[in-house]
């Protein structure tokens, strides 16, 4: 208790800057927030939602694949989560003929439900603070690589000693930059079986156009069911699991929510950053956002002109064009929203306060040079990770030949590393993951983003970063990049599954040869030679001190505004966001009211379109106001927003509301307000929810999966908290059902008693 108390003692609330900035850990929330909670309606305590003692919130609250956020909401280990988290696997399941991202899916029992190789579904037994622990015998002048040695081994350490149950694991993580450790005991299923999902005109309803974007009528969810062993553990795939039985399911909530409502949000918030100097944010406005996103813009414009005009592009480059497409839209939202919010000149204010103090306090003279050291040295980095944005995008994943390429790279290295048998061993892999890259690989498309990009590396960066491959290339097609990449696209293996798979027939030494000789792995190569010499030496120097500085900074500033409220920056941890249902004002006026509705949907309908179409059945729903026990005065809400404070990892989570019931499905920020991540401002930053009465209208009216529906715990917490029994079909239901119907998933009825 002691060690608890001492680590943060530091961290003690007295001013409440934000009513609602900030994400918080679980199991702090009793010491620093239930008392504001209170105030903004919340109706349970602390112990509600994190307790070690007994079955609360967090016991329903799953890290789903790593990535994002799953809520359980049933007492059969029923998931619940975003279609944009569950959509690799809906993509991976589906083919022209079972075009599920198209028509959606809907196991109608559970032998029909979908297993997923790889997907994990991790809840948190418990946490932490092991600050004393991992930071002994750490000075504060310890330069960056001798601390990290000495808290590491201190983690083994803890890691060793800790409590745990033979299928739990132990993870521990520094926050606020390595000022503080705290460990997490988790459990990890890996038998996670997809249940439902809507079609993607529902689930994915404005695709790009709407993505970060308020008004929203996105049906962006989708249903998994987590399976153990017989005994409740966590087990490999296996026909013989039997679906979880969890310690807590979030029963939903059936009435909704209204202006100025409680709001909790639950879950894995990635990565934030709001504690930085102002010179990290112009950089970042200036420099390393414009150049991800001019990469992107190029990479982007190819794919989607491709998608838009071959129906099996479209389902080959989905996930990948989804995942491109996400970061830079909100990259550019967040230039928008750090400039007009004027970030830049906010953190100059708030360091000159700092400056204040410091200059004043003698004991906070060793905090003096802080600011100016940051300032020569992210003036010093810039050209750096500029030139390391643009050859990080290049070759991560814009361009999909070097991501094979670097499979080969990776035999090469296997073999000088571990003999004949090390290429053996990676082959094997390597074998394994062609089908994986080539199903979804149309070189032709990819031909055209290898000119495009090497022309903007060139362009943007000059000479001086341009690897001499590359420029004899370029002098061999006469100075145009469409010939270059079509002489190299000619010339490399790469292009097809049958010539790779060709080459790793061939004997070792062959294969070898013609690895060394491919034209796109000699350029992988070259650009990684110029990456390695002239980029990461320079800006892993600087970046070492920044982070050491950034760790002195962060203690630096709550040591001097220790009366501040100071949240840890996300790092995929359990995290809790509290705010409340709002609107918000965008622009001189303008102003967004906080709920949208089916009305909404159909104004946005447009016959056909790849962003807009609306399906047959949902039209006619709409046509009927055929909202059954999910609408409300006669609309059918479909999705809100809200103050919390969420980032990306927060897909999926759960809002709750003051009682502890679902009342919606996080699944995105407005464009003003995702610069939140480095600034957040509560007048433009809001999170955008799922209404949960779409989510049920949609699986229970739309698609017909009653069987869902009775699994699960519907309740009235405004009129009295009864829980309904889950209604009676209506005849209007059967006759519904009959007609036109684009989810094929109706015609058998469900069988009951699977469930
Ligand atoms: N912007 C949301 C998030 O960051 C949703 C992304 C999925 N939708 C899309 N159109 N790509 O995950
Ligand atoms: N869609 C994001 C995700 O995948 C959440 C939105 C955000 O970044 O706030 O986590």
């Given at each position: 208790?002691?060690?608890?108390?001492?680590?943060l003692?530091?961290?003690?609330?007295?001013?409440?800057?934000?009513?609602?900035?900030?994400?918080?850990?679980?199991?702090?929330l009793?010491?620093?927030?239930?008392t504001?909670?209170k105030?903004?309606?919340?109706k349970m305590?602390?112990?509600?939602?994190?307790?070690?003692?007994?079955?609360?919130?967090k016991d329903?609250?799953v890290?789903?694949?790593?990535?994002?956020?799953?809520?359980?909401?049933s007492?059969?280990?029923?998931?619940l989560?975003n279609?944009h988290?569950?959509?690799?696997?809906?993509?991976?399941h589906?083919t022209?003929e079972h075009?599920?991202l198209?028509?959606?899916f809907?196991?109608?029992?559970m032998k029909?439900e979908?297993p997923?190789?790889?997907?994990t579904?991790?809840?948190?037994?418990?946490?932490?603070?092991v600050?004393?622990a991992?930071?002994?015998?750490?000075?504060?002048?310890?330069?960056?690589?001798?601390?990290?040695?000495?808290?590491?081994?201190n983690?083994?350490t803890?890691k060793?000693?800790?409590?745990?149950?033979a299928?739990e694991?132990?993870?521990?993580?520094?926050f606020f930059?390595g000022?503080?450790?705290?460990?997490?005991?988790?459990?990890?299923?890996?038998?996670?079986?997809?249940?439902?999902?809507?079609?993607?005109?529902i689930g994915?309803f404005?695709?790009?156009?709407?993505?970060w974007?308020w008004?929203?009528?996105?049906g962006?969810?989708s249903i998994?069911?987590?399976?153990?062993?017989?005994?409740?553990?966590?087990a490999?795939?296996?026909e013989?699991?039997v679906?979880l039985?969890?310690?807590?399911?979030?029963p939903?909530?059936?009435?909704?929510?209204?202006e100025?409502?409680?709001?909790?949000v639950?879950?894995?918030?990635?990565?934030?950053?709001?504690?930085?100097p102002s010179?990290?944010?112009?950089?970042?406005a200036?420099?390393?956002?414009?150049?991800?996103i001019?990469?992107?813009?190029?990479t982007?414009?190819?794919?989607d002109?491709?998608?838009?005009s071959?129906?099996q592009?479209?389902i080959?480059y989905?996930?990948?064009?989804a995942?491109?497409?996400?970061?830079?839209?909100?990259?550019k939202?967040?230039v928008?929203?750090?400039?007009?919010?004027g970030?830049?000149?906010?953190?100059?204010?708030?360091?000159a306060?700092?400056?204040?103090?410091?200059?004043l306090?003698?004991?906070?003279?060793?905090?003096?040079?802080?600011?100016?050291?940051?300032?020569q040295?992210y003036r010093d980095?810039?050209?750096y990770?500029?030139a390391k944005?643009?050859?990080?995008?290049?070759?991560?994943?814009?361009?999909?030949?070097?991501?094979?390429?670097?499979?080969f790279?990776g035999?090469?290295?296997?073999?000088?590393?571990?003999?004949?048998?090390?290429?053996?061993?990676e082959?094997?892999?390597?074998?394994?993951?062609?089908?994986?890259?080539?199903?979804d690989y149309?070189?032709e498309?990819?031909q055209?983003?290898?000119?495009a990009?090497?022309?903007?590396?060139?362009?943007k960066?000059g000479k001086?970063?341009?690897?001499?491959?590359?420029?004899?290339l370029?002098?061999?097609?006469g100075?145009?990049?469409?010939?270059?990449?079509?002489?190299?696209?000619?010339?490399?293996?790469l292009t097809s599954q049958a010539?790779?798979?060709?080459?790793?027939?061939?004997?070792m030494?062959d294969?070898?040869?013609?690895?060394?000789?491919?034209?796109a792995?000699?350029?992988l190569?070259?650009l990684?030679?110029?990456y390695s010499?002239?980029?990461t030496?320079k800006?892993?120097?600087?970046?070492?001190r920044i982070?050491?500085?950034?760790n002195?900074?962060?203690?630096?500033?709550?040591?001097?505004?220790?009366?501040k409220?100071?949240?840890?920056?996300a790092?995929?941890?359990?995290?809790c966001?509290?705010?409340?249902?709002?609107g918000?004002?965008?622009?001189?006026?303008?102003?967004?009211?906080?709920?949208?509705y089916?009305?909404?949907v159909?104004?946005?309908?447009?016959?056909?379109d790849y962003?807009?179409?609306?399906?047959?059945?949902?039209?006619?729903?709409?046509?009927?106001k055929?909202?059954?026990?999910?609408?409300?005065n006669?609309k059918?809400?479909?999705?809100?927003?809200?103050?919390?404070?969420?980032?990306?990892g927060?897909s999926?989570s759960?809002?709750?509301?003051?009682q502890?019931?679902?009342?919606g499905?996080?699944?995105d920020?407005?464009w003003?307000?995702?610069?939140?991540?480095?600034?957040?401002?509560?007048?433009?930053?809001?999170n955008i929810m799922?209404?949960a009465?779409?989510?049920l209208?949609?699986?229970?009216?739309y698609?017909?999966a009653t069987?869902?529906?009775?699994e699960?715990?519907?309740?009235?917490p405004?009129?009295?908290g009864s829980?309904?029994?889950?209604?009676?079909?209506s005849?209007?239901?059967?006759?519904?059902?009959?007609?036109?119907?684009?989810?094929?998933?109706?015609?058998?009825a469900?069988?009951?008693?699977?469930?």
């Amino acid at each position: 208790m002691k060690k608890l108390v001492l680590s943060l003692s530091f961290l003690f609330v007295v001013r409440l800057a934000f009513a609602v900035e900030g994400m918080w850990l679980p199991l702090l929330l009793g010491l620093l927030n239930e008392t504001e909670m209170k105030s903004l309606g919340m109706k349970m305590t602390a112990e509600d939602i994190y307790s070690v003692n007994k079955g609360s919130l967090k016991d329903a609250i799953v890290h789903f694949g790593g990535g994002c956020t799953a809520e359980v909401i049933s007492d059969k280990g029923l998931l619940l989560t975003n279609h944009h988290c569950g959509f690799g696997e809906i993509q991976s399941h589906s083919t022209l003929e079972h075009n599920y991202l198209e028509d959606g899916f809907w196991a109608k029992t559970m032998k029909e439900e979908l297993p997923n190789p790889g997907l994990t579904a991790s809840f948190i037994s418990r946490i932490e603070d092991v600050t004393m622990a991992a930071l002994a015998g750490v000075t504060e002048d310890m330069d960056k690589k001798t601390r990290q040695s000495t808290v590491d081994k201190n983690i083994e350490t803890i890691k060793a000693a800790a409590k745990k149950e033979a299928w739990e694991e132990v993870m521990i993580r520094p926050f606020f930059a390595g000022n503080q450790y705290f460990m997490f005991i988790t459990v990890t299923y890996k038998d996670v079986r997809l249940v439902g999902a809507p079609p993607s005109s529902i689930g994915k309803f404005g695709a790009d156009t709407d993505n970060w974007v308020w008004p929203r009528h996105t049906g962006d969810f989708s249903i998994f069911r987590i399976y153990a062993d017989k005994d409740n553990r966590p087990a490999e795939y296996a026909e013989s699991n039997v679906p979880l039985k969890p310690k807590h399911f979030l029963p939903i909530s059936l009435d909704g929510v209204a202006e100025g409502d409680f709001t909790l949000v639950f879950g894995f918030p990635g990565r934030t950053n709001e504690y930085l100097p102002s010179y990290a944010i112009s950089q970042l406005a200036d420099v390393l956002d414009p150049a991800r996103i001019s990469v992107r813009d190029k990479t982007l414009a190819i794919w989607d002109g491709a998608m838009r005009s071959d129906a099996q592009v479209k389902i080959q480059y989905a996930d990948k064009q989804a995942g491109l497409a996400n970061a830079w839209k909100k990259w550019k939202g967040e230039v928008l929203g750090l400039r007009k919010t004027g970030a830049v000149k906010k953190k100059q204010a708030y360091e000159a306060d700092f400056k204040k103090v410091v200059v004043l306090d003698a004991k906070f003279a060793k905090y003096q040079k802080l600011l100016p050291e940051f300032e020569q040295l992210y003036r010093d980095i810039t050209p750096y990770s500029e030139a390391k944005a643009y050859y990080d995008e290049i070759m991560g994943g814009n361009i999909e030949i070097l991501r094979a390429a670097n499979r080969f790279a990776g035999l090469v290295k296997a073999k000088d590393k571990n003999g004949e048998a090390g290429y053996q061993e990676e082959k094997k892999k390597l074998q394994e993951g062609l089908t994986d890259f080539y199903k979804d690989y149309r070189p032709e498309i990819d031909q055209r983003v290898v000119a495009a990009l090497m022309e903007l590396l060139v362009r943007k960066l000059g000479k001086e970063y341009q690897s001499d491959f590359l420029a004899n290339l370029l002098a061999a097609a006469g100075g145009n990049y469409e010939k270059m990449a079509e002489n190299l696209f000619k010339n490399s293996f790469l292009t097809s599954q049958a010539a790779a798979v060709a080459i790793l027939d061939k004997p070792m030494e062959d294969a070898l040869k013609a690895i060394a000789n491919d034209p796109a792995c000699q350029l992988l190569n070259s650009l990684r030679d110029v990456y390695s010499a002239k980029i990461t030496p320079k800006f892993n120097e600087y970046n070492d001190r920044i982070e050491t500085l950034q760790n002195t900074y962060m203690r630096a500033q709550m040591e001097v505004f220790s009366n501040k409220k100071f949240y840890p920056d996300a790092n995929s941890t359990m995290r809790c966001s509290y705010g409340q249902v709002q609107g918000y004002k965008p622009q001189d006026a303008v102003s967004f009211s906080s709920q949208t509705y089916l009305d909404g949907v159909m104004e946005k309908y447009v016959p056909g379109d790849y962003e807009f179409d609306v399906p047959a059945r949902l039209r006619e729903l709409y046509e009927k106001k055929d909202y059954g026990q999910y609408g409300e005065n006669g609309k059918l809400p479909v999705a809100f927003i809200g103050s919390n404070h969420t980032t990306g990892g927060n897909s999926g989570s759960p809002a709750i509301d003051a009682q502890g019931n679902l009342i919606g499905l996080n699944f995105d920020r407005v464009w003003e307000g995702t610069m939140s991540d480095y600034n957040y401002d509560p007048s433009i930053c809001r999170n955008i929810m799922v209404d949960a009465r779409y989510v049920l209208f949609i699986v229970d009216k739309y698609a017909g999966a009653t069987n869902l529906i009775k699994e699960m715990k519907l309740v009235h917490p405004k009129k009295g908290g009864s829980t309904p029994k889950a209604k009676q079909e209506s005849k209007a239901d059967k006759m519904n059902k009959k007609s036109s119907d684009p989810a094929k998933s109706l015609k058998a009825a469900p069988k009951a008693e699977e469930y």
